[in-house]
């Protein structure tokens, strides 16, 4: 299927990973604080979303509530309103908690382009439904926008859904972190194989991809850049890492850093 083309807006400033958060100043990860500080300063700001147990697109990170809510059990277990209202730990306003995606995107407004990752689900079904209420949520958004998600079938769930909304893929290389006893969330050779090597990315209509800057560059992402396909990369988190990755992709994600504008 054939892919949009991703706004140049996103490769004219840096992308800040989770928004411009700084938990000493009392900004936290993906919240409503952090995007909103993001766009202040002149960058672009890249979330997570996480489903509902009522099937509403929220945007945090983890499939647990603990480490950013102090609170026990999983994301999915809470309906949209109790999750809104589960303070954030070490957020500067102590009632601000994970912000619903469609009220993030009118606090937003546009001003700052904005790179939406689908976090995979426990089951398929649910990856499908994220994918899915994330492209509700986005009708009529004027702002540059685009969605990404390491899992296949969410950005073909996106292409299907919102076929103008431009999709990526987002990877790194499994085969290494299977080979260096990093985590593989249990994957088998081939699907390793298949992600490591972008094989989706014509399958899925991807007008773009991110990859871990740590593995790059790859025949595959050099092979892309020269057919005009975007690589972004993640997540810089210095200077250094940011001088290291920029040969090889045409914008970062960045975080604990400030990169010019």
């Not at 202040?40 to 647990?64: K, N, T």
């Not at 899992?151 to 990877?171: H, Q």
Request: charged share 20%; aromatic share 4%.
């Amino acid at each position: 299927m054939p892919a949009p083309t991703l706004p140049t807006a996103f490769l004219a400033v840096p992308l800040a990973h989770r928004g411009l958060h700084d938990r000493a100043a009392g900004v936290v990860e993906n919240s409503r604080s952090a995007v909103l500080a993001a766009a202040s300063a002149g960058y672009g700001a890249e979330i997570d979303v996480q489903l509902s147990a009522d099937g509403e697109a929220m945007v945090f990170h983890d499939d647990d509530l603990a480490r950013l809510t102090g609170r026990e059990g999983p994301v999915g277990a809470l309906a949209a309103a109790e999750l809104s209202a589960a303070p954030l730990l070490g957020a500067a306003d102590p009632a601000e908690g994970p912000p619903p995606l469609a009220t993030l995107l009118q606090d937003l407004a546009g001003r700052a382009p904005l790179l939406i990752e689908i976090k995979r689900q426990p089951t398929d079904a649910a990856t499908r439904a994220l994918a899915e209420k994330t492209c509700a949520a986005l009708e009529g958004y004027a702002g540059p926008v685009a969605l990404m998600s390491f899992d296949p079938r969410a950005v073909l769930a996106c292409a299907e859904t919102a076929p103008d909304i431009p999709r990526g893929l987002t990877s790194m290389d499994y085969v290494a972190a299977a080979r260096n006893d990093e985590a593989d969330q249990g994957l088998d050779p081939e699907t390793r194989a298949a992600l490591t090597n972008l094989a989706h990315v014509e399958p899925a209509g991807a007008a773009f991809v991110s990859y871990r800057w740590q593995d790059l560059p790859t025949e595959r992402t050099r092979a892309l850049r020269q057919a005009g396909v975007p690589v972004l990369c993640w997540t810089t988190r210095s200077p250094e890492d940011d001088a290291a990755a920029r040969p090889h992709v045409d914008n970062v994600t960045f975080e604990g850093y400030r990169p010019p504008v």
